[in-house]
């Protein structure tokens, strides 16, 4: 029992050890990938569409969910995001919980998703693009 006492006093202690720092996702990626996220989730398919490295790309995503109007997006976040510092670049995970009319059953869709930093100058830290659109729709 004493031994068990202090195996969950050290846990305790180093716990917040573990959580203390801040993840370090590059320069304007969080807010970038936020703006994506919540402009996906309140249909601003438009504006999800500018994030995207080519405009092709960019168009694949917006004619797909603007032709899939009985499709609404209940929950959208990302599982996780993973940021290489060497290539500037980023993946992330995208979860969209939806259902589609006349259905009212929940679905879930993933997109793991390429970011990559355009450069700027040097007043300018640079800009997040997707480098791809997602190869299948919801």
């Not at 969950?8 to 720092?21: A, R, V």
């Not at 996906?40 to 092709?56: I, L, N, P, S, T």
């Not at 290489?84 to 993933?110: F, V």
Request: hydrophobic residues 40%; contains cysteine; charged residues 25%.
């Amino acid at each position: 029992m004493k031994y068990f006492f202090y195996l969950f006093s050290s846990l305790l202690l180093l716990m917040p050890l573990g959580c203390s720092g801040k993840i370090d996702l590059g320069l304007g990626y969080q807010k970038t990938s936020q703006h994506f996220l919540q402009a996906m989730r309140w249909k601003d398919y438009r504006g999800a569409a500018v994030h995207f490295k080519e405009k092709e790309e960019g168009l694949r995503l917006l004619e797909y969910f603007e032709a899939a109007r009985d499709l609404n997006i209940v929950e959208a976040e990302y599982l996780y995001s993973h940021y290489n510092k060497a290539d500037q670049t980023a993946t992330s995970k995208l979860l969209l919980k939806y259902y589609l009319l006349p259905s009212t059953r929940i679905r879930e869709w993933s997109w793991e998703m390429k970011w990559e930093l355009l450069a700027a100058d040097a007043k300018q830290p640079g800009t997040w693009q997707i480098l791809e659109a997602p190869v299948d729709y919801p």
